[in-house]
Protein backbone atom coordinates (compact mmCIF):
# COMPACT_ATOMS: atom_id res chain seq x y z
CA UNK A 1 0.00 0.00 0.00
CA UNK A 2 2.95 2.29 0.84
CA UNK A 3 4.27 1.93 -1.97
CA UNK A 4 0.90 3.91 -4.11
CA UNK A 5 1.44 6.94 -2.05
CA UNK A 6 3.58 8.92 -4.88
CA UNK A 7 4.56 12.70 -5.29
CA UNK A 8 5.15 14.84 -8.68
CA UNK A 9 5.86 18.46 -8.69
CA UNK A 10 4.32 20.23 -11.92
CA UNK A 11 4.28 24.09 -12.49
CA UNK A 12 5.47 24.57 -8.64
CA UNK A 13 2.35 22.46 -7.49
CA UNK A 14 2.40 19.19 -5.50
CA UNK A 15 -0.47 16.99 -5.58
CA UNK A 16 -0.97 15.28 -1.51
CA UNK A 17 -3.71 12.45 -1.40
CA UNK A 18 -6.08 12.45 1.11
CA UNK A 19 -5.54 8.72 2.07
CA UNK A 20 -8.75 7.31 1.69
CA UNK A 21 -11.40 6.45 -0.47
CA UNK A 22 -14.35 9.72 -1.31
CA UNK A 23 -17.60 8.27 -0.13
CA UNK A 24 -19.61 10.95 -2.74
CA UNK A 25 -19.10 8.15 -5.44
CA UNK A 26 -19.65 10.88 -8.48
CA UNK A 27 -20.70 8.91 -11.36
CA UNK A 28 -17.31 10.18 -13.68
CA UNK A 29 -14.99 9.95 -10.99
CA UNK A 30 -11.39 9.16 -11.77
CA UNK A 31 -10.57 8.24 -8.44
CA UNK A 32 -12.72 5.48 -8.00
CA UNK A 33 -11.03 3.21 -9.93
CA UNK A 34 -7.81 3.34 -7.80
CA UNK A 35 -5.12 3.70 -10.11
CA UNK A 36 -4.37 7.13 -8.58
CA UNK A 37 -6.34 6.43 -5.06
CA UNK A 38 -5.64 5.12 -1.96
CA UNK A 39 -7.87 2.24 -0.52
CA UNK A 40 -6.74 3.46 2.88
CA UNK A 41 -3.84 4.81 4.16
CA UNK A 42 -3.26 6.75 7.68
CA UNK A 43 -2.64 10.86 7.49
CA UNK A 44 0.43 10.14 9.50
CA UNK A 45 2.05 8.02 6.56
CA UNK A 46 0.81 9.92 3.99
CA UNK A 47 2.49 13.04 5.86
CA UNK A 48 5.88 10.79 6.81
CA UNK A 49 6.22 9.89 3.22
CA UNK A 50 5.33 13.89 2.29
CA UNK A 51 7.61 15.60 4.62
CA UNK A 52 10.55 13.13 2.71
CA UNK A 53 9.55 14.17 -0.25
CA UNK A 54 9.28 17.66 0.34
CA UNK A 55 13.17 17.79 1.87
CA UNK A 56 14.55 16.79 -1.58
CA UNK A 57 11.74 19.10 -3.96
CA UNK A 58 11.39 22.64 -4.77
CA UNK A 59 7.59 23.67 -5.41
CA UNK A 60 5.85 26.57 -3.90
CA UNK A 61 2.24 25.03 -3.89
CA UNK A 62 0.29 22.01 -1.83
CA UNK A 63 -2.78 20.48 -3.60
CA UNK A 64 -4.38 18.60 -1.29
CA UNK A 65 -6.96 16.01 -2.09
CA UNK A 66 -6.50 14.68 -5.51
CA UNK A 67 -7.69 11.34 -4.76
CA UNK A 68 -10.64 11.85 -2.54
CA UNK A 69 -12.38 14.61 -0.87
CA UNK A 70 -10.66 16.80 1.86
CA UNK A 71 -13.37 17.53 3.91
CA UNK A 72 -15.77 14.81 3.32
CA UNK A 73 -14.75 13.87 7.15
CA UNK A 74 -13.48 17.12 8.01
CA UNK A 75 -12.17 16.08 11.30
CA UNK A 76 -9.83 14.42 9.07
CA UNK A 77 -9.14 17.01 6.57
CA UNK A 78 -8.15 19.63 8.95
CA UNK A 79 -6.20 17.36 10.98
CA UNK A 80 -3.69 16.94 7.77
CA UNK A 81 -4.54 20.30 6.74
CA UNK A 82 -2.94 21.86 9.61
CA UNK A 83 0.06 20.13 9.45
CA UNK A 84 0.56 20.77 5.29
CA UNK A 85 -0.38 24.40 6.56
CA UNK A 86 2.78 24.55 8.53
CA UNK A 87 5.22 23.44 5.58
CA UNK A 88 5.85 27.01 4.47
CA UNK A 89 4.25 26.77 1.30
CA UNK A 90 1.04 27.60 -0.06
CA UNK A 91 -1.78 25.29 0.14
CA UNK A 92 -4.87 24.51 -1.70
CA UNK A 93 -7.96 21.93 -0.87
CA UNK A 94 -10.36 20.22 -3.18
CA UNK A 95 -14.20 19.66 -1.89
CA UNK A 96 -17.67 19.26 -2.75
CA UNK A 97 -18.24 18.98 1.02
CA UNK A 98 -21.00 21.83 2.60
CA UNK A 99 -18.78 23.63 4.66
CA UNK A 100 -19.93 25.83 7.29
CA UNK A 101 -19.66 26.30 11.27
CA UNK A 102 -17.18 24.59 13.53
CA UNK A 103 -14.97 23.61 10.39
CA UNK A 104 -15.49 27.26 8.72
CA UNK A 105 -13.95 28.50 12.02
CA UNK A 106 -11.14 26.19 12.13
CA UNK A 107 -10.13 27.21 8.68
CA UNK A 108 -10.21 30.69 9.56
CA UNK A 109 -7.92 29.77 12.55
CA UNK A 110 -5.63 27.92 9.67
CA UNK A 111 -5.94 30.68 6.82
CA UNK A 112 -4.89 33.22 9.35
CA UNK A 113 -1.80 31.23 11.00
CA UNK A 114 -0.93 31.16 7.02
CA UNK A 115 -1.61 34.42 6.58
CA UNK A 116 1.13 35.52 9.40
CA UNK A 117 3.83 32.89 7.39
CA UNK A 118 3.52 34.84 4.19
CA UNK A 119 1.85 32.04 3.09
CA UNK A 120 -2.02 31.45 1.27
CA UNK A 121 -4.99 29.10 1.58
CA UNK A 122 -7.24 28.83 -1.14
CA UNK A 123 -10.03 26.23 -1.89
CA UNK A 124 -11.31 24.65 -5.38
CA UNK A 125 -15.05 23.87 -4.77
CA UNK A 126 -16.30 21.14 -7.46
CA UNK A 127 -19.22 21.77 -9.15
CA UNK A 128 -19.90 19.70 -12.65
CA UNK A 129 -23.92 20.25 -12.65
CA UNK A 130 -26.87 21.35 -11.33
CA UNK A 131 -30.63 20.28 -12.49
CA UNK A 132 -28.95 16.87 -13.26
CA UNK A 133 -27.05 16.41 -9.83
CA UNK A 134 -28.91 13.77 -8.13
CA UNK A 135 -28.60 11.64 -10.77
CA UNK A 136 -24.79 12.21 -11.44
CA UNK A 137 -23.49 13.22 -7.88
CA UNK A 138 -26.42 11.33 -6.19
CA UNK A 139 -24.33 11.29 -2.76
CA UNK A 140 -23.10 14.31 -2.77
CA UNK A 141 -24.21 18.14 -1.38
CA UNK A 142 -26.28 20.08 -3.44
CA UNK A 143 -25.02 22.23 -6.16
CA UNK A 144 -26.66 24.88 -3.82
CA UNK A 145 -24.56 23.92 -0.80
CA UNK A 146 -21.27 24.09 -2.79
CA UNK A 147 -22.20 27.93 -3.48
CA UNK A 148 -22.82 28.20 0.28
CA UNK A 149 -19.63 26.79 0.75
CA UNK A 150 -17.91 29.12 -2.18
CA UNK A 151 -19.19 32.23 -0.03
CA UNK A 152 -18.33 31.07 2.92
CA UNK A 153 -14.80 30.63 2.52
CA UNK A 154 -15.35 34.06 0.85
CA UNK A 155 -16.47 34.81 3.98
CA UNK A 156 -13.14 34.18 5.89
CA UNK A 157 -11.06 35.51 3.29
CA UNK A 158 -9.90 32.24 1.46
CA UNK A 159 -10.03 32.49 -1.86
CA UNK A 160 -12.77 30.04 -3.52
CA UNK A 161 -12.57 28.59 -7.05
CA UNK A 162 -15.09 26.50 -8.67
CA UNK A 163 -13.87 23.36 -10.85
CA UNK A 164 -16.54 22.76 -13.24
CA UNK A 165 -15.38 19.68 -14.43
CA UNK A 166 -15.17 17.57 -15.92
CA UNK A 167 -17.38 19.03 -18.59
CA UNK A 168 -20.05 16.35 -19.58
CA UNK A 169 -21.54 15.84 -22.91
CA UNK A 170 -24.51 15.01 -21.74
CA UNK A 171 -25.34 17.94 -20.03
CA UNK A 172 -26.64 21.48 -21.15
CA UNK A 173 -24.64 24.93 -21.47
CA UNK A 174 -27.55 26.09 -19.46
CA UNK A 175 -26.48 23.75 -16.75
CA UNK A 176 -23.27 24.98 -16.91
CA UNK A 177 -24.39 28.73 -17.11
CA UNK A 178 -26.40 28.46 -13.75
CA UNK A 179 -23.14 27.40 -11.75
CA UNK A 180 -21.68 30.40 -13.31
CA UNK A 181 -24.05 32.61 -12.51
CA UNK A 182 -24.45 31.24 -8.63
CA UNK A 183 -20.72 31.29 -8.30
CA UNK A 184 -19.90 34.61 -9.51
CA UNK A 185 -23.15 35.81 -6.83
CA UNK A 186 -20.93 33.91 -4.28
CA UNK A 187 -17.83 35.42 -4.51
CA UNK A 188 -15.92 32.80 -6.45
CA UNK A 189 -12.39 33.45 -7.65
CA UNK A 190 -12.65 31.51 -11.18
CA UNK A 191 -13.94 28.60 -12.92
CA UNK A 192 -11.85 25.53 -13.95
CA UNK A 193 -12.82 23.59 -17.01
CA UNK A 194 -11.59 20.43 -17.55
CA UNK A 195 -12.27 17.15 -19.92
CA UNK A 196 -14.22 13.98 -19.00
CA UNK A 197 -11.31 10.99 -18.32
CA UNK A 198 -12.39 7.32 -18.74
CA UNK A 199 -9.65 3.69 -18.15
CA UNK A 200 -9.96 1.16 -20.17
CA UNK A 201 -12.57 -0.43 -18.78
CA UNK A 202 -15.12 2.81 -19.67
CA UNK A 203 -15.65 3.12 -15.75
CA UNK A 204 -16.31 6.89 -15.31
CA UNK A 205 -18.17 7.10 -18.79
CA UNK A 206 -21.07 4.61 -18.88
CA UNK A 207 -23.53 6.47 -17.16
CA UNK A 208 -23.44 9.01 -20.31
CA UNK A 209 -25.51 8.31 -23.38
CA UNK A 210 -23.58 6.86 -25.92
CA UNK A 211 -24.38 8.56 -28.74
CA UNK A 212 -23.20 11.92 -26.68
CA UNK A 213 -19.79 10.20 -25.68
CA UNK A 214 -19.13 9.55 -29.49
CA UNK A 215 -19.70 12.72 -30.71
CA UNK A 216 -16.85 14.18 -28.50
CA UNK A 217 -13.16 14.24 -29.71
CA UNK A 218 -10.90 11.74 -27.54
CA UNK A 219 -7.26 10.64 -27.08
CA UNK A 220 -5.53 8.18 -25.35
CA UNK A 221 -2.18 8.71 -23.20
CA UNK A 222 -1.13 8.96 -19.97
CA UNK A 223 -2.04 11.60 -17.59
CA UNK A 224 0.68 14.05 -16.93
CA UNK A 225 -0.60 15.81 -13.76
CA UNK A 226 -0.56 12.51 -11.63
CA UNK A 227 2.52 10.71 -10.42
CA UNK A 228 0.73 7.54 -10.54
CA UNK A 229 1.04 8.29 -14.87
CA UNK A 230 -2.53 5.86 -15.66
CA UNK A 231 -3.34 5.58 -19.30
CA UNK A 232 -6.55 6.99 -19.46
CA UNK A 233 -8.77 8.58 -22.53
CA UNK A 234 -9.25 11.95 -22.43
CA UNK A 235 -12.49 13.30 -23.91
CA UNK A 236 -12.66 16.90 -25.10
CA UNK A 237 -14.66 19.03 -27.20
CA UNK A 238 -11.92 21.94 -28.02
CA UNK A 239 -15.52 24.39 -29.72
CA UNK A 240 -17.51 23.56 -26.36
CA UNK A 241 -14.45 24.32 -24.08
CA UNK A 242 -13.80 27.44 -25.79
CA UNK A 243 -17.83 28.42 -25.83
CA UNK A 244 -17.85 27.91 -22.22
CA UNK A 245 -14.81 29.82 -21.45
CA UNK A 246 -16.23 32.82 -23.28
CA UNK A 247 -19.71 32.16 -21.25
CA UNK A 248 -17.40 32.30 -17.94
CA UNK A 249 -16.44 35.98 -19.11
CA UNK A 250 -19.63 37.23 -19.82
CA UNK A 251 -20.89 36.15 -16.74
CA UNK A 252 -17.98 38.08 -15.25
CA UNK A 253 -16.30 35.40 -14.25
CA UNK A 254 -12.37 34.48 -14.52
CA UNK A 255 -11.68 31.44 -16.66
CA UNK A 256 -8.75 28.68 -16.67
CA UNK A 257 -8.42 25.54 -18.27
CA UNK A 258 -6.20 23.93 -15.60
CA UNK A 259 -5.60 23.76 -11.44
CA UNK A 260 -2.35 24.56 -12.30
CA UNK A 261 -2.99 27.98 -13.69
CA UNK A 262 -4.86 28.74 -10.43
CA UNK A 263 -2.44 27.58 -8.24
CA UNK A 264 0.33 30.07 -10.50
CA UNK A 265 -1.99 32.99 -9.82
CA UNK A 266 -2.28 32.57 -6.08
CA UNK A 267 1.70 32.36 -6.19
CA UNK A 268 2.15 35.50 -8.31
CA UNK A 269 -0.76 37.39 -5.85
CA UNK A 270 1.27 36.66 -2.97
CA UNK A 271 4.71 37.22 -4.54
CA UNK A 272 3.27 41.04 -5.35
CA UNK A 273 1.51 41.27 -1.93
Not at 82 to 111: C, P, W, Y
Not at 130 to 142: G, K, L
Not at 146 to 166: E, Q, S
Not at 171 to 200: H, N, T
Request: hydrophobic share 40%.
Amino acid sequence: MSRRILFKVEKKRVLVPVGEPCPFGCRYCSTRGGEVGLKRVSPDEVLSRFRHFALESSFETIQFGYDGDSFARPERGLAMLRQLAMMGKHVNFSTKALIEGSVLDALRDIQRDMEGRGTTLSALVSVSCWDSAAVVEPHTPSPAERIRTVANLKRIGVPAFIALRPILPHISDEEYKRIMIEGVQAGCEGFIVGPLYADARGQFVRFIPPGALEAVPSRTSTVSWSAHAPTWTRYEDANRLQRLLQMIKQQGGRAFESSADVMMLVQQREAVG
